[in-house]
């Protein structure tokens, strides 16, 4: 028999990239869930402890040149993953802003596993935080049957001005800040169109 080869078919696209230029944009945001906070009541989601606001921050006006900014930060990503449908077939594919809401964890908060049900890629942007202040953490959707065979867990360690997309279906969590500070991110869906 010839070498055993293994085959590792339908991989899970998550596309990440970091904007350089981001502390301007990040005052901004952070005046912003300032003020926010101040104002109103935390939504109680997938957070356990700390501050989740409304997702509809996108349609707030008093967001909205820090949301035309983020948007500036997301959408080359979002017309690469356009631009792979067209090598595909599919050209004119476009992914447009579904909703966006911040998340305030302090020490000891998370956010339990979950899935975003109805959306296409959902992302998040690190506005205050550091590597060791609580990871993200995306489950294979293989765990069933490749659990003990490979790894089935994969975790991307905070880092301010760092984008990451990936498909809504994906299981993910945020582990507890286990830090004095607080750990601070905005969340978006993205929902997809294609031209048929
Ligand atoms: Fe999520």
């Given at each position: 028999m010839n070498d055993i080869t293994m085959m590792k078919l339908f991989p899970v696209p998550v596309f990440t990239a970091v904007e350089s230029d981001f502390d301007?944009?990040?005052?901004?945001?952070?005046?912003?869930?300032?003020?926010?906070?101040?104002?109103?009541?935390?939504?109680?989601?997938?957070?356990?402890?700390?501050?989740q606001s409304a997702s509809d921050i996108h349609?707030?006006?008093d967001f909205k040149n820090n949301c035309d900014r983020l948007w500036d930060i997301i959408s080359p990503i979002a017309q690469h993953i356009?631009?792979?449908?067209?090598?595909?077939?599919?050209?004119?594919?476009?992914?447009?802003?579904?909703?966006?809401?911040?998340?305030?964890?302090?020490?000891?908060?998370?956010?339990?596993?979950?899935?975003?049900p109805h959306c296409f890629y959902s992302g998040v942007i690190w506005i205050k935080a550091k590597p060791g202040m609580g990871g993200l953490s995306m489950k294979s959707p293989?765990?069933?049957?490749?659990?003990?065979?490979v790894d089935t867990l994969w975790t991307a360690e905070p880092e301010e001005g760092r984008v990451?997309?990936?498909?809504?279906?994906?299981?993910?969590?945020?582990?507890a800040n286990p830090t004095d500070e607080?750990?601070?991110?905005?969340?978006?869906?993205?929902?997809?169109t294609v031209p048929l």
């Open positions: 301007h944009l990040r005052s901004d945001i952070l005046e912003y869930i300032r003020d926010y906070r101040d104002t109103y009541d935390s939504e109680k989601i997938s957070n356990i402890g700390g501050y349609q707030d006006i356009g631009d792979l449908f067209a090598e595909h077939g599919y050209p004119s594919t476009t992914l447009t802003l579904a909703n966006m809401w911040f998340n305030v964890n302090g020490k000891g908060n998370s956010n339990v596993e979950h899935t975003h293989h765990e069933h049957s490749l659990y003990g065979m990451m997309l990936f498909p809504s279906f994906l299981p993910h969590s945020v582990a607080e750990r601070i991110s905005i969340s978006f869906n993205l929902h997809v």
